[in-house]
């Protein structure tokens, strides 16, 4: 059985690369986190986890994390990706991804609405919602990521 993790941040980043992958792996390390091994999960924030902005994970950890990236190789394309997490008063909270081809006021917007709709569905009290956004508007090959790391 795996541990539970009890700590999270949001981040997001963007960048260009050459390639695909190397647009997604430059956008990792502009979010800060381009030298770990992600492990994708869905969208459900552990009881109790700690909001830890800044904390630093070891090179090579394999972290759970919540996701969201989009790759564009149309020039002058807008791309946008939003993470945000919301928590309610004393159980679990839920985590959202967006991405697409729109602003990062927009995917805010929609990211806010997504995790009250979470929330409606569940019968759940939403108390607060945090969130992370990045834009990028693509030169060659760009991606944008945005994402919810989660560690022990």
Same mark, same amino acid.
């Given at each position: 059985?795996?541990?539970?993790?009890?700590?999270?941040?949001?981040?997001?980043?963007? /960048? #260009?690369?050459?390639?695909?992958?190397?647009?997604?792996? =430059? +956008? &990792?390390?502009?979010?800060?986190? %381009?030298? *770990?091994?992600?492990?994708?999960?869905?969208?459900?924030?552990?009881?109790? /986890? #700690?909001?830890?902005?800044?904390?630093?994970?070891?090179? =090579? +950890? &394999?972290?759970?994390?919540?996701? %969201?990236? *989009?790759?564009?190789?149309?020039?002058?394309?807008?791309?946008?990706?939003?993470?945000?997490?919301?928590?309610?008063?004393?159980?679990?909270?839920?985590?959202?991804?967006?991405?697409?081809?729109?602003?990062?006021?927009?995917?805010?917007?929609?990211?806010?609405?997504?995790?009250?709709?979470?929330?409606?569905?569940?019968?759940?009290?939403?108390?607060?919602?945090?969130?992370?956004?990045?834009?990028?508007?693509?030169?060659?090959?760009?991606?944008?990521?945005?994402?919810?790391?989660?560690?022990?």
């Amino acid at each position: 059985m795996l541990p539970t993790p009890k700590r999270f941040f949001l981040t997001a980043g963007c /960048a #260009e690369g050459r390639s695909e992958l190397t647009a997604f792996d =430059g +956008a &990792l390390l502009n979010a800060g986190i %381009g030298n *770990i091994n992600l492990i994708k999960v869905s969208s459900i924030l552990p009881p109790h /986890a #700690e909001f830890t902005p800044g904390m630093e994970l070891p090179a =090579g +950890a &394999l972290v759970p994390t919540a996701y %969201g990236s *989009i790759i564009s190789t149309e020039p002058g394309t807008i791309i946008s990706a939003a993470i945000a997490v919301g928590l309610s008063q004393d159980s679990f909270g839920v985590i959202m991804e967006l991405v697409g081809k729109f602003t990062k006021h927009e995917a805010e917007e929609r990211i806010r609405q997504m995790v009250g709709e979470s929330f409606e569905m569940r019968g759940m009290t939403l108390m607060e919602t945090k969130v992370s956004v990045v834009e990028h508007k693509v030169n060659k090959i760009g991606c944008a990521l945005a994402a919810a790391p989660m560690w022990y």
